[in-house]
Nanobody, 117 residues
């Protein structure tokens, strides 16, 4: 089982930036697609961004041009750089690791992001 630990959430004003980090419990990126999801109160958990084992990123339309997903192979860490934040970005953000062979998901505990003036 993969252990994922998120950090970097917090309170930020509209237009501000935050960077989320997700540290994995080992060198998993060759076999796992990594992603960030978010869940607002009363809403379903939605995909924000993913990065494939080969390093290809993809984004939800709502965050394209504002968020960037990246990874550091040496640190076994995935990042989500969030710029031009909007109040509607407020949610709990979860890190996900999906094994591409058996398609099993692993989740972090989540980190709260609040965008408010």
């Amino acid at each position: 089982q993969v252990r994922l630990t998120e950090s970097g959430g917090g309170l930020v004003q509209p237009g501000g930036s935050l960077r989320l980090s997700c540290a994995a419990s080992g060198s998993i990126f060759r076999l796992y697609s990594m992603g960030w999801y978010r869940q607002a109160p009363g809403e379903q958990r939605d995909l924000v961004a993913t990065i494939s084992p080969g390093g290809s990123p993809s984004y939800a339309d709502s965050v394209k041009g504002r968020f960037t997903i990246s990874r550091d192979l040496a640190k076994n860490t995935v990042y989500l750089q969030m710029n031009s934040l909007k109040p509607e970005d407020t949610a709990i953000y979860y890190c996900n690791a999906r094994n591409i062979i058996v398609e099993v998901d692993n989740w972090g505990q989540g980190t709260q992001v609040t965008v408010s003036s």
